[in-house]
């Protein structure tokens, strides 16, 4: 009978919670495609070591222990190339998102998890920052020329959107303008007509930017 043959990923769990540890390694054991040899740093000290010595794929932060969040971004400005999955007991929407935007992949809340859960957070976590860097790579290669074609597009694509509803809204103010209102109704809608007007004019300003071409854009 022939062996299946399993994938190895390297994770490294950052926490000093015995409990923690405990949950991830059962969670993770379980897995039949998969093999997540699982090493663990209980302070920020180890990390640069073990990332350099094990070619770590995955890093699981424990929120939940006694590492804090600052303590997270100042390992995230450090290590920005492995992906990262929090781990916190907090079911707080804003932590999540103060994680996210911090380069966090996930934000798990420890006392939902399930062993399929995290293993598909772990995989979908690689292959997003696989992709990321796939296309980084696929970037630099790209001529100045390229590039500028690239932001150019992108820069009109966003014009198109904003102008729409902003002409929209323009209409809206002058058929407002034409009715009868009191007071406070004429004031909010200058307030309106003025910062619609700012907007349109930074449009604009997006569109002479996308429209230059020469040696001095820089990319």
């Not at 598909?120 to 001529?143: D, P, Q």
Request: glycine share 2%; hydrophobic share 40%; aromatic share 8%.
């Amino acid at each position: 009978m022939q062996k299946k043959i399993v994938e190895i990923i390297r994770v490294l769990l950052i926490t000093n919670s015995s409990k923690t540890i405990s949950l991830i390694k059962n969670l993770l054991n379980v897995s039949s495609s998969y093999f997540f040899n699982i090493d663990v740093a209980s302070n920020l000290k180890d990390i640069p070591e073990k990332l350099t010595q094990k070619s770590i794929d995955i890093v699981l932060f424990d929120f939940s222990s006694r590492l804090k969040f600052n303590q997270y971004v100042r390992f995230r400005k450090k290590e920005m190339k492995t992906p990262v999955i929090v781990l916190t007991s907090t079911k707080n929407k804003n932590v999540a998102v103060d994680f996210i935007k911090k380069g966090a992949q996930d934000c798990l809340f420890k006392e939902e998890l399930k062993d399929k859960q995290i293993e598909k957070s772990i995989l979908y976590a690689m292959g997003r920052v696989k992709f990321y860097n796939h296309l980084k790579r696929e970037y630099h290669c790209l001529s100045d020329q390229e590039k500028h074609d690239i932001l150019e597009d992108m820069f009109l694509g966003l014009t198109h959107n904003l102008n729409n509803p902003l002409f929209n809204i323009k209409v809206a103010i002058e058929t407002l303008k034409q009715d009868k209102l009191s007071s406070e109704q004429e004031k909010a809608v200058r307030i309106i007509e003025k910062k619609v007007d700012v907007l349109v004019s930074k449009v604009r300003n997006i569109i002479s930017f996308s429209s230059f071409k020469g040696d001095m854009m820089v990319i």
